[in-house]
């Protein structure tokens, strides 16, 4: 929409409504009209599901947001949360669109959405190994951009790269490197948010209590997280890789079983992910389990096979099974990518492919015995299109506190679970079957996973755990996922919203709640 065509429109209506009070409060140096899309923009379809990443919110029956604000600039965010407050309107926050629920562009009320994929700016230090990336930016620009100026320095993220930074890190984000450099948050030194205020702080001016909580407890509950100064790490110029795959003709039992003696307490330097699916068995219409070990080592080949050889000689590992690379392209490898193809693909904005999916999560503390194995493979034959997601711990995540930032699950946890299941028909009711397989997956789980409480994953966000309506029961239901997701650090987490948000305007189905004696 040009500026006058929606300057002329905005003074038509009547002096309250949303879009005027946007135009009235623009900086005029930055007007904000080029920023705004609502239903009657042609391009309100495109900007919508640009970054949409989960197909079961992009149906014609799901709620559009009142408008679409793409901020370019800072007091574009600045205005979008004053109207709001006036306006009582829900403001949702998209930085890349991967969370799991669409909680950053679906809601139950009216809403608007303020998209950060245009504040994506990256300003990498070498010298200092540090670097400012900004919220809309996505990890496969940061990882690329860190490479541009040094080969041998990266960042402990997440390995899919079209994921958005702002949800990311302020979720606590995880990758391959977490095992030797922690989590995301753990190499945040500073940060922008803008609060509901509409102020612009950074770490000193928004105080150590903020900056504790951005890190990990999500920045959408306290305000609008514009962008992170993070640490920039060491990595080899050369990294090894490999993926190895097992069914349980294969001895896949006992390779899975030592896996989870082995992987959250082998050298820091290597990652081994373990997937587990269904695929066809050796003998006509029967189905087995397949476990793939995908691995991320800090070094190269020969100490990676010396390492395996002794610690893990039941996975059977050969020279020929790994790859050495640049740690740039092994973020090729982790996402399905050819690593001959360019690296400059990671600057694609745009996932490989869009699926409808439902996810889930989980923490394991004691090893699995073959026999529990054996009974989880018999489940899954039967689920069929249920996948499970080993991710290993120990390491560096095992050292810090687990108060050191609001992400709670540290040393005591071999490894976290993802439940996947990944659909491409659309319809309600294969959606309800393929949600039902991860749901009916996770209560079989049930005896061997972390109790009292079952400890979940805030970056995988799942509303199975509890929605909150942000009315009179507020805390309540807050604290049924809340603790969950962040344990005893829930606590903190509330006091500090209710004292840089009282009114809770920063809220969503899953939002961190103010104390009840502040309810209005």
């Not at 005027?20 to 379809?45: D, E, G, M, Q, R």
């Not at 197909?55 to 793409?70: A, D, E, G, M, Q």
């Not at 290993?392 to 439940?419: C, D």
């Amino acid at each position: 929409m040009c500026p006058s065509t929606l300057k002329s429109s905005a003074a038509n209506s009547s002096n309250n409504t949303f879009v005027h009070c946007l135009v009235n409060h623009s900086n005029p140096s930055h007007p904000i009209t080029s920023a705004i899309f609502t239903p009657k923009n042609t391009s309100f379809s495109s900007v919508l599901q640009a970054y949409i990443r989960n197909l079961r919110f992009n149906t014609s029956t799901t709620r559009k947001p009142y408008l679409i604000i793409t901020a370019l600039h800072v007091s574009h965010v600045q205005t979008a949360i004053v109207c709001a407050q006036k306006h009582n309107l829900q403001m949702k926050i998209r930085s890349g669109g991967h969370d799991y629920e669409g909680v950053s562009y679906v809601a139950e009320v009216p809403f608007f959405i303020l998209d950060m994929f245009n504040l994506r700016s990256i300003e990498v230090d070498i010298k200092n190994e540090t670097a400012w990336v900004q919220a809309g930016a996505t990890l496969g620009e940061v990882y690329y951009r860190i490479a541009e100026k040094s080969k041998v320095h990266g960042f402990p993220a997440g390995v899919c790269p079209t994921v958005g930074v702002g949800g990311h890190i302020s979720g606590g984000g995880y990758g391959n490197m977490m095992r030797k450099y922690g989590l995301s948050v753990d190499n945040v030194i500073d940060a922008q948010i803008i609060d509901v205020q509409g102020r612009l702080l950074d770490r000193e001016s928004m105080g150590e209590d903020l900056f504790w909580a951005i890190k990990g407890g999500g920045g959408a509950s306290f305000g609008v997280v514009l962008s992170y100064k993070i640490k920039v790490v060491r990595v080899p110029e050369n990294v090894t890789i490999f993926q190895v795959r097992r069914t349980l003709e294969e001895n896949g039992t006992d390779i899975v079983y030592n896996w989870q003696h082995v992987a959250p307490y082998i050298d820091n330097d290597l990652f081994i992910r373990l997937i587990l699916d269904v695929v066809n068995g050796t003998q006509n219409g029967t189905k087995t389990v397949r476990a793939t070990f995908i691995a991320l080592y800090l070094g190269d080949s020969k100490s990676l096979l010396s390492l395996l050889n002794e610690k893990f000689p039941q996975l059977g590992l050969k020279q020929s099974d790994c790859i050495e690379t640049s740690w740039l392209q092994s973020v090729l490898f982790w996402t399905n990518i050819n690593i001959t193809t360019p690296v400059d693909i990671l600057l694609d904005r745009q996932p490989q492919s869009l699926n409808y999916l439902k996810r889930k999560s989980d923490y394991v503390k004691e090893p699995i015995s073959k026999e529990g194995l054996e009974g989880i493979w018999k489940k899954m034959i039967k689920l069929v299109d249920a996948l499970l997601y080993f991710n290993p711990y120990g390491g560096k995540m095992a050292e810090i506190p687990s108060t050191e930032v609001p992400f709670p699950h540290r040393a005591g946890n071999l490894w976290k679970v993802q439940y996947q299941a990944n659909w491409n028909q659309p319809g309600k009711e294969v959606a309800i079957h393929y949600i039902n397989l991860t749901r009916e997956l996770h209560q079989y789980m049930t005896p061997f996973v972390s109790k009292n409480p079952r400890e979940a994953f805030f970056n995988y966000k799942d509303l199975d755990l509890g929605i909150n309506h942000n009315g009179k029961k507020s805390y309540d239901e807050g604290r049924v996922y809340g603790v969950e997701y962040f344990k005893d650090n829930f606590n903190r987490l509330v006091e500090i919203k209710t004292k840089v948000d009282p009114g809770n305007f920063f809220r969503n189905e899953q939002s961190i709640p103010i104390l009840p004696h502040r309810q209005s």
